[in-house]
């Protein structure tokens, strides 16, 4: 019954966290040289977390079940610059302090969305 | 690649920027200083940073997932020193003159305020991991 009741959020949430961390190693290697900044195509890995895993069967005892599917693996890919630099570094540090700032924002929204669902829930638990 | 793991990236970005910090103020503390051997100068220091990439934190699809940043060594500037006549300077050679570091100020105090808006973003991000993990902890309340 409660399989799902957060939805898509509970995964949006996940995928937001890692991509904070990805955007803080890029932050950290602002300065390194030939260092290529990477970044989650955020709508591509939520949209393939709508489909049906494939599953794998377990014959044997040694044999290593896939994870249910249920966190999508998030694609790394490089970002490209608007301007190339001298030194070979591709992270260009305002675009990465606004992509910083708009995950923080839909990671809270997500956070909100969640809080709301438990809210109701309790609510409607608790019958008053 | 958990919020977590920010602090460690983070904070790798702080540790590389005070190392910056604290050869930037060497050089500009030594950007005076003078020799009368030009071989036992005063040479400027730069660090050189490098990203660490850490297999145990490949959690994309096997791919490695860079975790911060270190410190990979310190060079030391080979711009030619320059000479000065000054036969009063008890450290002057024999023709009466002194080499100076070659240090250049103004790359150093370029190179300072850089490392300080980097430090500062980094402290941002951390602040930034920090709230969301409380606020994270404290979901349905």
């Not at chain 1, 790394?76 to 302090?97: C, F, H, I, W």
């Amino acid at each position: 019954m409660f399989d799902n009741v957060f939805g898509i959020h509970e995964q949006a949430l996940l995928l937001h966290g890692q991509r904070l961390g990805v955007l803080a190693t890029n932050i950290a290697n602002a300065d390194t040289p030939n260092y290529k900044a990477r970044d989650i195509d955020f709508s591509e890995v939520l949209s393939r977390s709508n489909d049906a895993p494939l599953a794998l069967n377990v014959t044997q005892g040694a044999h290593i079940s896939l994870s249910d599917g249920s966190t999508p693996a998030a694609d790394l890919k490089y970002r490209n610059p608007y301007q190339a630099s001298l030194d070979g570094n591709t992270v260009e540090m305002p675009v990465e302090q606004a992509a910083f700032a708009e995950n923080n924002v839909r990671y809270q929204a997500s956070l909100g969305f969640i809080n709301t669902q438990i809210a109701e829930l309790t609510l409607a638990i608790n019958g008053q | 690649m958990s919020l977590f793991n920010i602090f460690n990236t983070a904070g790798s970005g702080l540790n590389a920027q005070t190392i910056r910090l604290n050869t930037t103020a060497s050089n500009l503390a030594n950007a005076e200083s003078v020799n009368g051997d030009s071989t036992k100068i005063y040479r400027a220091r730069h660090p050189v940073f490098q990203s660490i990439m850490d297999e145990s934190a490949a959690s994309f699809d096997g791919e490695d997932a860079g975790v911060g940043v270190r410190v990979a060594g310190v060079v030391e500037s080979n711009t030619p020193p320059t000479m000065r006549y000054a036969p009063e300077n008890p450290l002057a050679n024999k023709d009466g003159y002194v080499f100076t570091s070659n240090v250049n100020s103004i790359e150093e105090m370029t190179n300072m305020i850089s490392a300080n808006r980097s430090f500062s973003t980094n402290v941002e991000a951390i602040n930034t991991a920090r709230d969301l993990l409380l606020k994270t902890i404290a979901m349905g309340h």
